[in-house]
């Protein structure tokens, strides 16, 4: 039976369970999913894009708003941010994080931040959320990187996960061109 977990794709897995809670939020426009996966392959933290806590049903979902405070972005908490706040564990170094849309700047600086800096993103959100995420990664310090992927993110080498997730073809407006973060060296 052991044997048989372990053959499973646990990227899959991890990815599926974001996907589920990405299901819980309440945005009516994006449903986005988090799950922080420690070493040991078990679930460390889940979230989910929402309202900040006993704010549900007093804020606006709107997001074509010119006026700053009628618009969800002044408000909404990020499934990465949810997932890292609801973990279970004292911190997430060197655990990896699989989302279910590429993170903007902010959630890509507090994933390094918190020393998680593995985001499995399902699909890309934008050409400028991609590059805003690539600026960040590339600031990142020496040795924290070990490998990138442009449609899977980076993977840090702590995080093993029983190796890296399959290639993936890029999605529609992405590039390969120089934008993208360098390839640093294994650490295996």
């Given at each position: 039976?052991?044997?048989?977990?372990q053959?499973r794709?646990v990227?899959?897995?991890?990815?599926a369970?974001?996907?589920?809670?990405?299901?819980?939020?309440?945005?009516?426009?994006?449903?986005v999913g988090?799950?922080?996966?420690?070493?040991?392959?078990?679930?460390?933290g889940?979230?989910?894009?929402?309202?900040?806590n006993?704010?549900?049903?007093?804020?606006p979902?709107?997001?074509?708003?010119?006026?700053?405070?009628?618009?969800?972005?002044a408000?909404v908490?990020?499934?990465?941010?949810?997932a890292?706040?609801?973990k279970?564990?004292?911190?997430?170094?060197?655990?990896?994080?699989?989302?279910?849309?590429?993170?903007?700047?902010?959630?890509?600086k507090?994933?390094?931040?918190?020393?998680?800096?593995?985001?499995?993103?399902?699909?890309?959100?934008?050409?400028?959320s991609?590059?805003?995420?690539t600026?960040?990664?590339?600031?990142?310090?020496?040795?924290?990187l070990?490998?990138?992927s442009?449609?899977?993110?980076v993977?840090?080498?702590?995080?093993?996960?029983n190796?890296?997730?399959?290639?993936a073809?890029?999605?529609?407006?992405?590039?390969?061109?120089a934008?993208d973060?360098p390839?640093a060296?294994s650490?295996n």
């Amino acid at each position: 039976m052991a044997e048989a977990l372990q053959e499973r794709d646990v990227h899959k897995y991890f990815m599926a369970t974001a996907l589920l809670s990405a299901q819980r939020s309440e945005d009516p426009n994006t449903q986005v999913g988090a799950c922080i996966v420690n070493q040991e392959e078990n679930i460390v933290g889940i979230g989910y894009n929402r309202m900040p806590n006993g704010c549900e049903g007093k804020l606006p979902w709107e997001r074509e708003s010119i006026k700053w405070l009628k618009n969800k972005h002044a408000y909404v908490c990020h499934a990465e941010l949810n997932a890292i706040m609801n973990k279970t564990s004292a911190d997430v170094k060197g655990c990896a994080i699989y989302v279910t849309l590429f993170p903007c700047n902010e959630c890509a600086k507090l994933i390094i931040q918190a020393g998680a800096p593995s985001p499995f993103p399902w699909r890309a959100a934008g050409v400028v959320s991609a590059r805003a995420f690539t600026s960040v990664l590339q600031a990142a310090p020496a040795g924290l990187l070990c490998s990138s992927s442009p449609w899977y993110g980076v993977t840090a080498a702590p995080a093993k996960l029983n190796g890296p997730p399959p290639p993936a073809p890029l999605p529609t407006g992405m590039s390969t061109q120089a934008s993208d973060p360098p390839t640093a060296p294994s650490v295996n």
